[in-house]
């Protein structure tokens, strides 16, 4: 069954061994709720988008538009740097990958980390790497919502992999909320949310692809600077 492509958040990142700097465009927030699932927002989403620096004018012989076109309105593109964790060869995708754009923080955990085949039961090593990003959200001093998102590969059926990305993502929240209390601050809102194959970030046709689409991801904003 084909799901939808990834939103335009995900588009255009090039991944590479290290820190890769590349460019994405800025999302808005959709709605709030303290560790419930809504229906459709998107998957990732930054809260703000800044207006364009630079005025440019439509009606210039220079930009050699054809005729009838028109410019689409202005957007500030986004920072983003992404280190990828362990192995990022083809063959064996790495473990954990962490974005930082000027907007939001990701950390992307493959699902192989953190538990075994179709299971949504977290492997003894999973509690760790939860440990470590619930105290990179506490020093951050986080107060905005903390996203907890599953996703699975498009093998099997797409009813089977709605519920084991919902049940992943919630075993994951389970691990940070209690992370995050035994810290200090019990005070995070959260949504847990399970898309199953849907935004894909490799191509299923491979087993590569396959293992990076298997994956929680735990986004939040830093407050500003």
Not at 49 to 71: C, F, K, M, Q
Not at 94 to 102: C, D, F, L
Not at 130 to 143: F, G, L, T, W
Not at 157 to 176: E, F, I, M, T, W
Request: hydrophobic share 35%; proline share 9%.
């Amino acid at each position: 069954m084909k799901r939808p492509a990834a939103p335009a958040a995900s588009l255009g990142l090039t991944r590479t061994l290290g820190v890769t700097i590349t460019f994405t465009f800025v999302l808005a927030a959709g709605p709030v709720t303290t560790a419930v699932a809504d229906t459709n927002p998107p998957p990732t989403a930054a809260d703000s988008t800044p207006a364009a620096p630079v005025t440019i004018d439509p009606t210039s012989p220079n930009l050699r538009l054809p005729e009838g076109s028109t410019l689409a309105p202005p957007k500030v593109l986004d920072i983003v740097s992404v280190t990828d964790e362990g192995s990022s060869t083809p063959s064996k995708p790495a473990a954990q990958r962490h974005e930082e754009s000027n907007s939001t923080i990701t950390y992307a955990l493959q699902s192989e980390v953190l538990f075994k085949k179709d299971s949504a039961v977290l492997s003894p090593a999973a509690s760790g790497r939860i440990q470590a990003i619930a105290s990179d959200i506490n020093a951050r001093h986080v107060s905005s919502p903390i996203r907890v998102f599953g996703f699975t590969d498009n093998l099997g059926s797409s009813a089977h992999g709605d519920l084991l990305s919902k049940q992943r993502a919630n075993a994951v929240y389970q691990v940070l909320v209690t992370e995050l209390g035994a810290d200090g601050d019990s005070s995070h809102t959260f949504q847990v949310r399970g898309y199953g194959e849907d935004y894909p970030i490799a191509d299923n046709s491979t087993e590569s692809g396959r293992s990076q689409n298997r994956r929680v991801e735990i986004t939040f904003t830093p407050p500003a600077s």
